[in-house]
């Protein structure tokens, strides 16, 4: 073979070798499949990576806790509703990587092995994807407002900010029936109630979103969460929807200041 040959295709075979280096190192972006396992269990979630995601860096992180609809072991659900709903409309307004644990079909969040489950997905995510602890951030609408409030409540100072949407913290007794677990550390619907988890939830940073007519949380649990925060001292901010029902996540998650306001919060 002619020496000027045997230069050329060495000369190809480095390029194709620089070249497949270059793909392999590409990191895959978008909604990825992801298992944990816990105590004997595993747990399939989701964690959504921006277009523009890099391990050069650290990211914000969002914590999102779907619905009582998208319960189930399909690891796939929950990304259809809410947060990772508002992300498939428009990628580029969601710059932070998503963690979205789903919720067993015979669990309700608040529950403490589910809280632990949620939370670690959170910290395999962070670790795995670059997550910056100062900007870590807490969202759930319906159920998953219902364990915004608690986790939240349970751990003061972990995240950056909260986004409850739909949610309350005072259990009704048809739930507490079918999760009698939950009557051990339920809420009465009363001020001392409403005082004691914005006392607990301190100066964290919080959005709540309801729509007026929703008759599956009475809008009247974050009206009075909302006056408590602010009673408390806390940095609350309040948007009520008139005449939308329980679907109020559809307009939460799609205003235009979500993100911005959310990303501007931060740890010391």
Same mark, same amino acid.
């Given at each position: 073979?002619? /020496?000027?040959?045997?230069?050329?295709?060495?000369?190809?075979?480095?390029? *194709?070798?620089?070249?497949?280096?270059?793909?392999?190192?590409? #990191? +895959?972006?978008?909604?990825?499949?992801?298992?944990?396992?816990?105590? %004997?269990?595993?747990?399939?979630? +989701?964690?959504?990576?921006? $277009?523009?995601?890099?391990?050069?860096?650290? =990211?914000?992180?969002?914590?999102?806790?779907?619905?009582?609809?998208?319960? %189930?072991?399909?690891?796939?659900?929950?990304? $259809?509703?809410? *947060?990772?709903?508002?992300?498939? *409309?428009?990628?580029?307004?969601?710059?932070?990587?998503?963690?979205?644990?789903? @919720?067993?079909?015979?669990?309700?969040?608040?529950? +403490?092995?589910?809280?632990?489950?949620? !939370?670690?997905?959170?910290?395999?995510?962070?670790?795995?994807?670059?997550?910056? #602890?100062?900007?870590?951030?807490?969202?759930?609408?319906?159920?998953?407002?219902?364990?915004? =409030?608690?986790?939240?409540?349970?751990?003061? %100072?972990?995240?950056?900010?909260?986004?409850?949407? @739909?949610?309350?913290?005072?259990?009704?007794?048809?739930?507490?029936?079918?999760? #009698?677990?939950?009557?051990?550390?339920?809420?009465?619907?009363?001020?001392?109630?409403?005082?004691?988890?914005?006392?607990?939830?301190?100066?964290?940073?919080?959005?709540?979103?309801?729509?007026?007519?929703?008759?599956?949380?009475?809008?009247?649990?974050?009206?009075?969460?909302?006056?408590?925060?602010?009673?408390?001292?806390?940095?609350?901010?309040?948007?009520?929807?008139?005449?939308?029902?329980?679907?109020?996540?559809?307009?939460?998650?799609?205003?235009?200041?979500?993100?911005? =306001? !959310? *990303? /501007?919060?931060?740890?010391?």
């Amino acid at each position: 073979m002619p /020496s000027r040959v045997l230069v050329g295709l060495s000369v190809f075979m480095v390029w *194709l070798a620089l070249a497949s280096g270059s793909f392999a190192r590409t #990191p +895959q972006t978008g909604f990825l499949d992801r298992t944990l396992s816990l105590h %004997g269990t595993n747990y399939r979630y +989701q964690v959504y990576l921006p $277009d523009n995601w890099t391990r050069n860096q650290k =990211w914000p992180i969002i914590l999102f806790l779907h619905g009582y609809g998208e319960r %189930g072991s399909d690891g796939l659900l929950q990304t $259809d509703v809410g *947060l990772p709903h508002a992300i498939r *409309l428009n990628r580029s307004h969601f710059p932070a990587v998503v963690v979205i644990p789903q @919720c067993p079909m015979d669990r309700w969040w608040t529950q +403490q092995q589910m809280e632990e489950m949620a !939370l670690a997905t959170l910290t395999a995510a962070t670790k795995d994807f670059k997550g910056d #602890p100062k900007h870590t951030y807490l969202t759930g609408l319906s159920m998953g407002g219902f364990g915004t =409030w608690d986790i939240a409540s349970r751990y003061p %100072g972990k995240f950056a900010a909260i986004v409850p949407v @739909c949610g309350a913290i005072v259990l009704d007794a048809d739930l507490l029936k079918r999760f #009698p677990d939950l009557a051990r550390d339920a809420y009465p619907d009363e001020p001392s109630s409403y005082a004691t988890v914005a006392k607990k939830i301190g100066k964290t940073p919080v959005w709540i979103f309801h729509g007026g007519a929703d008759d599956t949380v009475p809008v009247e649990n974050s009206r009075k969460m909302n006056e408590a925060l602010k009673a408390a001292g806390g940095d609350v901010k309040y948007t009520e929807y008139p005449g939308v029902g329980h679907n109020s996540w559809d307009k939460a998650y799609t205003e235009p200041d979500f993100m911005p =306001w !959310l *990303l /501007s919060k931060s740890l010391p």
